[in-house]
């Protein structure tokens, strides 16, 4: 199998304590027995008594009598499809929400906290539903995000069609059969990340958009930051998106729960279709179809790109992911910029002074509409009040000396907000959000000059382990604190071990054990899946599993040059280019683009609308044909030996290049100790490699 990365990522089996689990949408289903009180790992563990303590207390802390959400999730519900589980066009599941149909059972399970149980919940509606009379509809449970549709004169215009083409198709398949089968006019993509408009092939006619029949609408910028924002260091983001999303942990009580903001990411075909018209003021009108739009371009809030929409005559606000039902990423687990919480929360503020005062629906892409101008004015109060609270303590306690790695353990939202639950951190936390805010305002530093050139941890470790009296005394401390419940303190020692001692399969497995206890006490399902993940590695080495599709040709004809270019820069081999330095030119005629690249100091730069006066070599080849070798569907060879590139000059420096450039495997170790066998790339030398997965955010 090519290693392709992982963007969405489907097992074709998984062995997991002795049960076989067929693939499903983002990872593999949950073990039957799970629901019944059995866990799905030979050496898992139920729920310690501090942990049921603790979700006991949370029980009786929180406002569980507030069942407001639980009335509007359902509120407009017309039909649910017959089926359960969605095929991608490869063959394998690409959704399936059955497999977390045992959420639904009326039991209270100690190894989800009662917060993230009562979210994981809402996130089970699945099929169609009404939100404005005859005019607004959503599909919600086919993918991560919800899929909305607005009745025009003539059509659909839909708003942000889901992560795949499958998902999405089989939404507009769904209504059309329950409404009437109404041709889509146009689409709007509410941001830059991937499950709000990947499945654009699987609502979009390609003979209407040419024909022009189709508006497809977005906001400034969105094609830069859709292709850009995760492309340098997308190995590294699918890699730790294993542990985020937790997409190789069975659904489970156990295991996988939710995603906070829907159940899973689809598995199926991504594509991008570039935008036909681009909202580029910030307060921009539209009238498409009969249908009249106000667009707010919010950048730098939830994505770099990204747009809230009124709807005037429907007293109706359209959220996009700025207001959904939980407090988001200011930080994401999975990497990305960090995000600015005080312009987010001022987005917000804007929007309730234009659009909240009269609004009396708001819907989104995620999460369940509102109905109510004062039900609305609260949660977009909640909602602007704790990413501002956020931002403004976490500084306030900063200014006071409370540094990044202390802040997560001292900042606590006020109660007043901590007892609406809008303003809970289900898919950020407070503890990673609140490290964040200091990260974008002073850096990763404390202060400590200890901490400013610290030992890796594979060094560090040993000198902890012999100073504690080796393995077998942290053990032994490491289980005493298992035992009274100090599962951090215990974890902070187990940890120490783990690095010192990768190969002690005892130490590993009651880290294992650790982590675990504090997944299930997590109300964000990120942090509780990373937890969880982290334990399954190291009780079971890193699962196998790869993707059958990720970023298609989509994505890589949107991609810029320039940018290809600046990642080749990135898998450059610097121990191999030293003491070698040449200069390329690069012409592209059909787009009648050039470049000139050089290697100098072990390193790879270009710089677009320049030529070198004397290269070494000169290549000259169609942006189209070097797409074609982006792809992998050629090799750059082939397409010289074909004709379609020419080489003017010494062609050693292609040579060269071609033997210093290495591909990235998302087979690295996140815990020590527990890497399996290698994972080697078949892909082309100079293919593009797939780009991080911004499902999400």
């Known amino acids: 199998m090519r290693n392709k990365g992982i963007l969405a990522v489907v097992l074709p089996c998984v062995l997991l304590g002795g049960v076989a689990n067929a693939a499903g949408g983002g990872g593999v289903l949950s073990d039957p027995g799970a629901a019944e009180g059995k866990h799905f790992h030979p050496k898992g563990k139920l729920p310690s008594t501090y942990t049921i303590d603790v979700q006991q207390k949370q029980r009786d802390s929180l406002p569980f009598d507030d069942r407001r959400d639980f009335e509007e999730a359902k509120r407009g519900f017309v039909a649910a499809p017959g089926y359960k589980q969605i095929k991608a066009e490869a063959g394998h599941v690409a959704w399936d929400m059955a497999s977390y149909e045992w959420l639904l059972q009326d039991k209270a399970f100690d190894s989800i906290h009662p917060s993230l149980q009562r979210q994981a919940v809402l996130n089970m509606a699945y099929g169609l539903y009404e939100v404005v009379p005859d005019k607004i509809y959503q599909v919600r449970g086919f993918d991560l995000a919800n899929i909305s549709f607005i009745k025009s004169d003539n059509g659909w215009i839909i708003f942000d069609p889901l992560t795949a083409k499958e998902t999405a198709a089989a939404a507009l398949q769904f209504i059309n059969d329950q409404l009437g089968e109404r041709p889509v006019v146009a689409v709007v993509y509410s941001h830059s990340h991937a499950d709000h408009f990947g499945g654009a092939r699987g609502v979009v006619n390609e003979a209407d958009l040419k024909a022009g029949k189709i508006k497809i609408i977005a906001p400034a910028g969105f094609m830069d930051h859709a292709v850009s924002e995760n492309v340098y260091a997308g190995n590294a983001m699918n890699r730790r998106l294993f542990f985020q999303y937790g997409v190789l942990l069975p659904r489970s009580p156990f295991g996988h729960v939710d995603q906070s903001i829907g159940k899973n990411t689809a598995a199926g075909n991504t594509g991008l279709i570039p935008p036909t018209v681009t909202i580029e003021k910030d307060i921009e009108e539209l009238t498409v179809d009969g249908v009249k739009m106000i667009f707010q371009n919010t950048p730098g809030t939830e994505a770099p790109a990204e747009m809230n929409t009124y709807f005037p005559d429907l007293k109706t606000f359209w959220a996009a992911e700025n207001i959904t039902g939980t407090v988001h990423n200011i930080y994401t687990l999975r990497g990305a910029l960090i995000r600015d919480a005080l312009e987010w929360s ?11 005062q009269e609004a009396e629906v708001m819907f989104a892409s995620h999460s369940w509409p509102r109905w109510g101008n004062d039900r609305i004015q609260e949660v977009m109060r909640a909602q602007r009040d704790i990413y501002a609270n ?39 936390s407070e503890q990673h959000n609140s490290r964040a805010v200091i990260n974008r305002y002073l850096g990763y530093w404390d202060g400590n000059p200890a901490t400013l050139i610290p030992l890796s941890p594979r060094d560090s470790a040993p000198l902890y382990v012999e100073m504690m009296g080796g393995g077998d005394n942290i053990i032994k401390k490491g289980q005493e604190l298992f035992d009274k419940g100090e599962y951090l303190q215990a974890s902070e020692i187990l940890n120490k071990l783990v690095y010192g001692e990768p190969d002690n399969q005892q130490g590993k497995d009651l880290l294992a054990d650790v982590f675990e206890q504090i997944g299930y006490q997590q109300e964000s399902p990120s942090v509780r899946n990373s937890f969880l993940a982290a334990a399954y590695e190291l009780r079971s080495g890193i699962p196998t599993g790869a993707s059958p599709k990720t970023s298609g040709p ?27 330095n040449f200069v390329i030119n690069l012409v592209t005629p059909d787009n009648d683009e050039k470049y000139a690249l050089e290697l100098s100091n072990a390193t790879l730069t270009n710089i677009k609308g320049y030529l070198a006066k004397e290269p070494d070599l000169t290549i000259t080849i169609n942006r189209t044909d070097l797409e074609q070798v982006m792809m992998g569907a050629v090799t750059l060879d082939e397409q010289i030996k074909s004709g379609k590139a020419k080489l003017k000059g010494n062609s050693q420096p292609f040579e060269q290049l071609k033997t210093m450039l290495v591909h990235f495997t998302p087979d690295f170790e996140l815990m020590s100790g527990t890497k399996g066998e290698p994972v080697k790339s078949e892909l082309n030398t100079f293919e593009q490699e797939p780009a991080g997965s911004s499902v999400g955010g």
């Not at 990044?404 to 353990?409: A, F, G, K, L, T």
């Not at 994505?555 to 081999?573: G, N, Q």
């Open 390 to 428: 956020l931002n403004n303590e976490v500084l306030h306690l900063a200014n006071q000396g409370v540094t990044i790695n202390e802040v997560h353990n001292q900042y606590k939202p006020p109660k007043s907000l901590q007892q609406q639950w809008t303003a809970h951190s289900y898919h950020g």
């Open 346 to 356: 001022k987005q917000i503020n804007k929007a309730l002074y234009m659009f909240g």
């Open 554 to 580: 989509d994505v890589i004809r949107a991609m810029s040059t320039s940018l290809w270019l600046d990642f080749l820069a990135v898998r450059l081999d610097s121990k191999k280019a030293e003491g070698i």
